[in-house]
Structure formats: C-alpha cells, structure tokens
Nanobody
C-alpha cells in the first residue's frame, strides 16, 4: 500500500524559509514523477514543482528562483525547499506521485497517489 506522508509545514513571516518533506512508503519505482501541489479554498489545486526520475524539473512561474525540489532516493523522500516566502504562498501543500512517467507531467489528474497535505501560512 502506497503512503505519502508530508511534514515541515508551519507559519512563517514573509521572507522566511521552510522545507517540506514527503516520505514515501510502499512505493519504489525507478521511472516515476513526484511533485508538490498546493491549494487554497475555492481554487483549483496547482502544480508547484515536479521532479521526473531523470532529474528533470518543472516549476510554476510564481515560485521559480525561490523553491527547489529534490529527492533523496536512499530515504525515498521528496523535499521542497521554500525560500523568500510570500503571503501568496499560503496554502495546503500536497505531495503527489506517479509511478510510471514517460514524460514530464504537471496536472493533478496525472498523479494517482497523494499525501494528506501540510499547511503553510506566510504572514506579511
């Protein structure tokens, strides 16, 4: 059974940093995509950062230069380093995984596995 467990969310002031972690269990795929999405009430879930198994990455324009996605394969853990946080980054952040990823995907519908989410709140 695949489980994705996020951690690292919290409340910070604008300009601060947080690092989100997503520990995957029951999930071992060498040709996968994993990523981070975020959602605020009343809006669609949006892709923030996606990482393909070959190291290819995608970032939403709103986070380029501030967020970095990485993965520790030995720990089967995905990370999202978030720097220079802004109030508009406030959202529930979700980890997502797609076992077989022939090409980069960005839509939430392309990911079958999801974590429970971790809240990030940035105050001005």
């Amino acid at each position: 059974q695949v489980q994705l467990v996020e951690s690292g969310g919290g409340s910070v002031q604008a300009g601060g940093s947080l690092r989100l972690s997503c520990a995957a269990s029951g999930y071992t795929y060498s040709t996968d995509c994993m990523g981070w999405f975020r959602q605020v009430p009343g809006k669609e879930r949006e892709g923030v950062a996606i990482r393909r198994y070959d190291g290819t990455t995608y970032y939403a324009d709103s986070v380029k230069g501030r967020f970095t996605i990485s993965k520790d394969n030995a720990k089967n853990t995905l990370y999202l380093q978030m720097n220079n946080l802004k109030p508009e980054d406030t959202a529930m952040y979700y980890c997502a995984a797609r076992p077989f990823c022939r090409w980069m995907v960005r839509a939430s519908a392309d990911f079958p596995y999801w974590g429970q989410g971790t809240q990030v709140t940035v105050s001005s």
